[in-house]
């Protein structure tokens, strides 16, 4: 069916933001951070600036959650025919999608995320309650209405990543 990736988008983005698993009470986000933010440019760790990305939705709550999902590479993520995918065809739909959804910590100029629930089964068997065990560490200014993440480690070390609040005309 063709509303299940739709279904499984927003059930992840949901269980992140509302339960049933809660940050623990040491974990605070950034009302300055907080809302919808829509990917505009990607620059690779060599320096190279895609300005017209793939789609891409980060959502942090000021209680420190957060969902984060996009589509990465030049190529347009391909749609498929009839209400099921092939195996061919969900590879290639899924491949390059990365979603993840959990807790996130300011300190200054810097966050770390933790995935809770994420597509890459691996980064998510990581996450403990207790324990740091899966975070990422991610630097971010605000300026101009534009947010600039620059991730310190993890999956996508050395990329920078310009968002941009959705309605809000690119460059302002």
Same mark, same amino acid.
């Given at each position: 069916?063709?509303?299940?990736?739709?279904?499984?988008?927003?059930?992840?983005?949901?269980?992140?933001?509302?339960?049933?698993?809660?940050?623990?009470?040491?974990?605070?986000?950034?009302?300055?951070?907080?809302?919808?933010?829509?990917?505009?440019?990607?620059?690779?760790?060599?320096?190279?600036?895609?300005?017209?990305?793939?789609?891409?939705?980060?959502?942090?709550?000021?209680?420190?959650?957060?969902?984060?999902?996009?589509?990465? *590479?030049?190529? /347009?993520?391909?749609?498929? $025919? %009839?209400?099921?995918?092939?195996?061919?065809? =969900? &590879?290639?739909?899924? @491949?390059?999608?990365?979603?993840?959804?959990?807790?996130?910590?300011?300190?200054?100029?810097?966050?770390?995320?933790?995935?809770?629930?994420?597509?890459?089964?691996?980064?998510?068997?990581?996450?403990?309650?207790?324990?740091?065990?899966?975070?990422?560490?991610?630097?971010?200014?605000?300026?101009? *209405?534009?947010? /600039?993440?620059?991730?310190? $480690? %993890?999956?996508?070390?050395?990329?920078?990543? =310009? &968002?941009?609040?959705? @309605?809000?005309?690119?460059?302002?």
């Amino acid at each position: 069916m063709r509303s299940v990736p739709a279904a499984v988008s927003s059930l992840v983005l949901m269980t992140a933001l509302f339960g049933p698993w809660q940050p623990p009470a040491h974990a605070q986000g950034s009302p300055e951070l907080a809302g919808g933010w829509i990917i505009t440019s990607w620059t690779s760790a060599d320096g190279v600036t895609d300005d017209t990305p793939q789609r891409g939705l980060f959502v942090f709550a000021a209680t420190g959650t957060y969902s984060m999902m996009y589509v990465l *590479g030049d190529e /347009t993520r391909p749609t498929y $025919d %009839g209400d099921t995918m092939t195996e061919a065809e =969900t &590879l290639a739909a899924y @491949g390059s999608f990365v979603a993840n959804s959990g807790r996130y910590t300011m300190d200054g100029n810097r966050f770390s995320y933790e995935a809770y629930m994420a597509k890459d089964p691996n980064y998510m068997a990581e996450f403990s309650a207790e324990d740091r065990t899966n975070a990422v560490n991610v630097e971010w200014s605000i300026a101009d *209405g534009i947010l /600039t993440l620059h991730w310190l $480690d %993890g999956f996508a070390e050395g990329q920078t990543a =310009t &968002l941009r609040r959705p @309605g809000q005309p690119q460059g302002n």
